[in-house]
């Protein structure tokens, strides 16, 4: 029910950019040529120029195929192979090797390629076009080819920067959508890893494919995440962002209902928890859902280092993230209201530095806080020559100098730093960005009712977190049903030897990730 | 849709609207470390004095040095009033900072007051909710406002001084809550540490010194009604149990110079017997110590002297019992040792009739000691050190 509520919300919208789009006089170029195409080739060049009026990187290529047959040659600037299509198509046609062009079947027979393929309408030579496909179109034929010879200039295979890791593979997805779902196939090799395509958006004609394992992944959240997918119509998807955004549940809602990672093996070890994953042409990050709050505390290498240290550091990524979420509002809330609390020394000290300090310690707080999220956000946009000069003068501002003008008192600046560098240790960067939003409300509750209020805004967060759903799986699954079963992955990393069975709510299908009593069997094995 | 954008609006108005936030800034508290009650002019009023730590003090101390030394860290304000808490007011009148007990640790009562009665003073401090049950309480001699002007050398506040002395058990610390169940208890008294004011070491500025803790008073009811000094109250803490840390120094017979023990460690148990009209009771001490230090020329390995050693220990110990049951039992007449606790336990019945003659039962009841000493550790040298072996006697 909430799933389809949900997806009306999403219709409401949509519908009225459909309508928009009727009202205008001029239609995308895309949408105007669902046709079949001519047989006489004058006719499909004059409909083809002026489907690709004034674009300079169209060339198109009139020829004479083994001496008296007309055709087209028609690509892209810079996205097809032009070396290539010299030697393969061009060498062949035109000295007559490959026949006199009367016949498409024996044309195909002739060519050297791998990938060649027939359209009969102007919509799909459009889409070969734009994909890089070199097209040939004959003279009386009613149909045309496309050659699979697609090249453009993309970037190498680098490190993921969002995500880095001391071990693991260092291998990251690139903007190229068949560069990623090669990545995910080179480490799944089973046929059972599916890749359904879809295409998103009216003008950028997005390819986003949606991977999964046939057998593990819930096949309704497979279905759920294809109907979302196809229902969203938009102009254009520039990152997988959009997406995220179109078809989460609870567009409301600061937490992320769906995870993103620039690493292939994080989303393989998803994929092999039965999770779904949807990967889009021209970003990076690939997003991952179904998932819990947990998921956005967990890293790859968790996994990889040994279970005592994905442990130790997972706990501590707890503490750290209550840490971010509590310690400014606690300060102000105790500072401000709670005297009492403070052992005796530690407050006379307090009241020493605070003794000069103008401002109420909220409005302190809330001025430092801000301060911080100002340099956080002027270090990512700067250049990197100049990010070193501002955390220099921002750490001298704010540090130091605020506390000797008398502005800002200096436990003030530890709590502040500390909150803020706490939020960094959660592993997934927008998981960071609400816990750091989540502390403005906390603080201004914290400075107006003190403890209760902090309370009262704790309780309506975890309200808050009980009520959301990723795609029908609630999201603190693991913990509403403590069993030590579902915990092992949670709160700690258990060995892996120990982690026999998926996530009971993704991975139900197929229970079993290891042999048959390996468990016992490695302890056997000891004794 | 509507409803929520209400029930919001709803919520932030009471939040912003409010208007008499309870809230307070630390700069706008006057931190009060101590509080002394002392007789005010005449009968019905009484003086009441708080020591009130002024943060401004603090500042310089990391980047001027030298100067910070000479501005005192507090100032001593005081009223009268009638009782505790028209004076309170009336010294907030005074006082540009609301007064804030939340870290008041130290209460002193002046013997006058003290002798007067308590219950009034204490029931303000068990009411207030400000007041902290784990403060510590005292008795001066003289004016208890004394106390709270000294600046002492070491500690930022005198208040601080009393605290960290009576916490560290060397004489009787006693809280607000343990006097409260002192009151409370069968025996209806209760004992408080006496502080004294250090003779300073230049007496030109007389305020450069600390209290310290000498002595005990005794209270019987809320009322003080004597003291015992400081050997006297070793005894009393004895039976009480309150020993923790503390040295032994006695002279065993037959031998010249004095051996001392630390850390003392002892379970004091109270048996209580009543043989037809005859209460009695059996203190019984099982204690044990370490040697740090041995004036006379024996060896404490040699088993015969250790034996002589420990029982040169149980008589000293027991010999601070008696001096203390003698004192208070037969002198003072009032049971800080918490006897009627231990016989209420056993027998509830005949307590019940005898509760009301406690007071003239008390100090018949036959007291007998019965004190195990031990001697654990000789410390990191056996022989007597700075003598050769054959200086050594045998026993």
Known sequence: MKLLSLIRFLRKPLKTTKTEHLDRPQQPAAKQSRQIMYSDLQQNLDKLRSIYSNCSDIIIRSFVIGGHTQAIMMYIEGLADSESIEEHLFVPLIEGEAGDGQDLAYLKKRITLAQIMEFNTFEQCVEFLSNGYPILIVDKITQGLAFGLSKWEKRAIEEPSAEAGIRGPREGFTETLRVNTSQIRRIIKSPHLKMESITMGEYTQTRTVIAYIDGLADLTVVDEIKKRLQEVQIDGILESGYIEEL??????SPFPLMLNTERPDVACSNLLEGRVAVLTEGTPFVLVAPITLFSLMQTQEDYYQGYWYGTMTRLLRYCFTLISLLLPSFYVAVLTFHQEMIPGSLLVSMASSREEIPFPALVEVIIMEVFFEALREAGIRL?????AAVSIVGALVIGQAAVQAGLISAPMVIVVALGGISSFMIPRYVAGIAIRMLRFPLMMLAGTLGLAGIMMGLILIVLHLCKLRSFGVPYLASITNPQLKELKDVLFRSPWWMMNTRPRLTGGYNKYRQGN????????EEE | ????????????ACISLAGCWDRTEINDLAIVTGLAFDRGKDDRLIQLTVQ??????QKGDSTDGGSAGESPHTIVRYEEGYNAADALSKLQRTTSRKLFWGQ?????????????GIREHFDFLVRHPQPRERAFMFVSKGKASEALRLLPPMERTSAEVLRELAKNKIGIGVTLEELSIMLKGESRSAVLPIIRILPPEKPADSLQTNPFILGTAVFKKDKMIGEISEKVTRGVMWIRNDIEEYTVTFRPDQHQGDVSLNPVKASVKLIPKIEGNKWKMTIKVRTEGDMIQNGTLSNPMNPDFLNQLEQAFAEDVQGRIQLALREVQQGLKADIFDFAQAFQGKYPRQWEQAKDRWEELFPKVEVRTDVKAYISRPGLTNSPGGVTEEEVSDS
């Open chain 2, 104 to 116: 008041c640790k130290v209460f002193i009562f002046s013997d006058a007051v003290a002798t007067a």
């Open chain 1, 383 to 387: 250049p990197k020559q100049i990010g």
């Open chain 1, 517 to 524: 009593r390996q468990m016992s069997a490695s302890w056997e």
């Open chain 2, 1 to 12: 849709m509507k409803i929520r954008l209400m029930v919001m609006t709803l919520c932030l």
């Open chain 1, 247 to 252: 078809i989460r549940d609870h567009p409301f």
């Open chain 2, 52 to 57: 009130i730590f002024i943060p401004k003090s």
